[in-house]
């Protein structure tokens, strides 16, 4: 079918969660306050390391990146779905929810590239410490932390040009709360059976490879710590591994369901299901392990608050 021949959609309608339309005041106001409180705790992580200097260090520095995805990917979803649910649909441009599918996707993408460089940097405080100041500087740290970001904004500008390409015939429903590419691939009337199994295949490597980077660094810092003599100093390098542990295993575990197993074996409600576990829960319980189980992070709250 020529370009000229396609049918010209120009927007979408977001339908939300019409299965629980009954209860869409009290599903507003459960994911109102999700959304307050994502924002609140990810914005103080990002005040409290940028005001306080014994949390201006890389592992600091990371987590203010890690952060900084989880307000992009709640700011970019978090609004348009509190709105359908409100008023049971929203009508989305067809740019915007390209736009949309575009950022989601791109920061996805650069906080599991943003991960295996968090793991890099306990691996080098734990395992070569004597090393580990003059090799984690300011330039290198500013290196590692761009890198994510350029990966993932540019790979997603590749990914999302065949979805562009999409030929819409008779239907703009879109039965999801955000614009993704799995219900994207369903309303299309093109053949999307190729992109389907290019996506499946592109994000193998791109999940599985910074995952098993993650994995193997994490077995050199576990045979490090065992070797540490004392039991304090063992305690302590845990302490600083197991937070970032809990966010690796929450965040590629949803994704692993949600992208490596393929579509037509998720029904809408589970695929939603997922989705919420990625876009508005994970983001939240980020900032939560980082905030309640850092003591660094407690001591430089009571602090700024005495002040």
């Not at 599991?112 to 968090?118: G, Q, R, Y």
């Not at 994490?218 to 305690?235: E, N």
Request: net charge positive; glycine share 4%; charged share 10%.
């Amino acid at each position: 079918m020529s370009i000229k021949n396609q049918t010209r959609v120009t927007e979408f309608i977001l339908l939300g969660f019409k299965e629980f339309h009954s209860f869409n005041i009290m599903f507003f106001m459960f994911f109102l306050i999700i959304f307050i409180l994502t924002l609140i705790g990810n914005f103080l992580i990002i005040l409290l390391v940028s005001v306080t200097a014994q949390l201006q260090t890389p592992m600091y520095y990371f987590l203010c990146h890690l952060s900084l995805s989880d307000l992009v990917i709640s700011i970019n979803t978090l609004p348009n779905m509190l709105a359908a649910i409100l008023l049971g649909g929203i009508r989305m441009t067809y740019v915007g929810c390209l736009t949309q599918l575009y950022f989601f996707s791109g920061t996805t993408f650069t906080e599991c590239f943003l991960l295996p460089v968090m793991s890099y940097d306990r691996y080098l405080a734990i395992c070569n410490p004597l090393r580990y100041s003059s090799i984690m500087d300011m330039k290198f740290r500013i290196c590692l932390s761009l890198w994510p970001w350029l990966l993932g904004l540019t790979i997603n500008l590749v990914g999302l040009l065949p979805v562009s390409q999409f030929n819409f015939c008779h239907d703009n429903i879109i039965d999801h709360f955000y614009c993704d590419i799995s219900p994207l691939q369903k309303l299309s009337c093109s053949d999307t059976s190729l992109i389907e199994l290019e996506t499946f295949l592109f994000s193998v490597p791109l999940f599985l490879l910074p995952c098993s980077f993650t994995i193997v660094t994490y077995v050199y810092i576990f045979l490090a710590i065992v070797r540490i003599p004392t039991t304090t100093g063992k305690q302590k390098a845990l302490s600083t591994c197991s937070s970032h542990l809990t966010v690796v295993g929450t965040f590629y575990g949803t994704l692993a369901a949600k992208y490596m197993v393929p579509s037509t074996g998720h029904s809408l409600l589970i695929n939603k299901t997922i989705s919420l576990l990625h876009t508005v829960f994970t983001p939240l319980f980020n900032c939560i392990i980082y905030s309640l189980r850092n003591q660094d992070i407690k001591m430089a709250l009571l602090k700024n608050r005495n002040n």
